[in-house]
């Protein structure tokens, strides 16, 4: 870890219909509103430590790679999940010890999701 900084603290997003964009992060991933600010344009989605802050753009090019991957404990369910939601999504890879699959938000962002079996926490890494 840096002596600096201590976490990421946000992440920005540039998105074209603010509105849709906050229905679709809460209502298809299932993340929730930390808070919005409609007069400046900015959404703060609740991802956990790290939210996801929307930022309202008259028009965004998406990058030709994932932004951003989130872990999923289950990423079958995760992928039929999105799959029954409608979104665009790719198959699962099986790396060999990770597993992943990259998805589309609606404004054409490339996000993934990986799955790995994560270390025990024991009281000594507390």
Same mark, same amino acid.
């Given at each position: 870890?840096?002596?600096?900084?201590?976490?990421?603290?946000?992440?920005?997003?540039?998105?074209?219909? /603010?509105?849709?964009?906050?229905?679709?992060?809460?209502?298809?991933?299932?993340?929730?509103?930390?808070?919005?600010?409609?007069?400046?344009?900015?959404?703060?989605?609740?991802?956990?430590?790290?939210?996801?802050?929307?930022?309202?753009?008259?028009?965004?090019?998406?990058?030709?790679?994932?932004?951003?991957?989130?872990?999923?404990?289950?990423?079958?369910?995760?992928?039929?999940?999105?799959?029954?939601?409608?979104?665009?999504?790719?198959?699962? /890879?099986?790396?060999?010890?990770?597993?992943?699959?990259?998805?589309?938000?609606?404004?054409?962002?490339?996000?993934?999701?990986?799955?790995?079996?994560?270390?025990?926490?024991?009281?000594?890494?507390?």
């Amino acid at each position: 870890m840096s002596k600096l900084f201590n976490r990421i603290d946000t992440v920005f997003l540039e998105v074209t219909d /603010m509105e849709k964009s906050i229905g679709w992060y809460t209502d298809v991933l299932g993340f929730s509103v930390r808070w919005h600010d409609v007069e400046n344009g900015y959404a703060a989605i609740e991802m956990g430590e790290t939210p996801l802050t929307l930022v309202g753009a008259e028009e965004v090019t998406p990058g030709s790679h994932c932004l951003l991957n989130f872990y999923s404990a289950d990423i079958n369910a995760a992928h039929q999940k999105l799959v029954e939601s409608g979104v665009q999504v790719e198959d699962v /890879m099986d790396y060999g010890t990770v597993l992943s699959f990259e998805f589309k938000d609606p404004d054409g962002h490339i996000l993934g999701v990986c799955y790995f079996e994560e270390e025990p926490v024991t009281r000594e890494d507390n």
